[in-house]
């Protein structure tokens, strides 16, 4: 069984920075692609950045790329997210996902198809 908990949300001005972290627990979790997706009010859930079971591939939404930072340390089982130069239209409910296969390689639409997620931390940026 893997658990997430997501935690480094709050409020922050336009411009402004923050990084989220995903505490993950299960033996397995060091070998498992991780992800961030994020939900607005109104709109669905939509993927935001990934990263290998080895941290040696990433990928990441057009709109985040050159301003979010995605990474892992398998010794600590924590996922992080930096977020930079951030904007009214990156607030929503942050979620950290983890893949149901094992040593996934590289994203697809269907990485993260049955995975664990957790609860959410809310990211708000004001204007």
């Known amino acids: 069984q893997v658990q997430v908990v997501e935690s480094g949300g709050g409020l922050v001005q336009d411009g402004g920075s923050l990084r989220l972290s995903c505490a993950a627990s299960?033996?397995?979790?060091?070998?498992?692609?991780m992800g961030w997706f994020r939900q607005a009010p109104g709109k669905e859930r939509e993927f935001v950045a990934f990263?290998?079971?080895?941290?040696?591939?990433?990928a990441y939404a057009d709109s985040v790329k050159g301003r979010f930072t995605i990474s892992r340390d398998n010794a600590k089982n924590t996922l992080y997210l930096q977020m930079n130069s951030l904007k009214p239209e990156d607030t929503a409910n942050y979620y950290c996902?983890?893949?149901?296969?094992?040593?996934?390689?590289?994203?697809?639409?269907?990485?993260?198809?049955?995975?664990?997620w957790g609860q959410g931390t809310q990211v708000t940026v004001s204007s």
């Open positions: 996902a983890a893949a149901s296969q094992l040593f996934g390689i590289l994203y697809t639409s269907r990485t993260f198809e049955n995975a664990y």
């Open positions: 990263i290998n079971w080895s941290g040696g591939s990433t």
């Open positions: 299960g033996r397995t979790v060091s070998s498992r692609a």
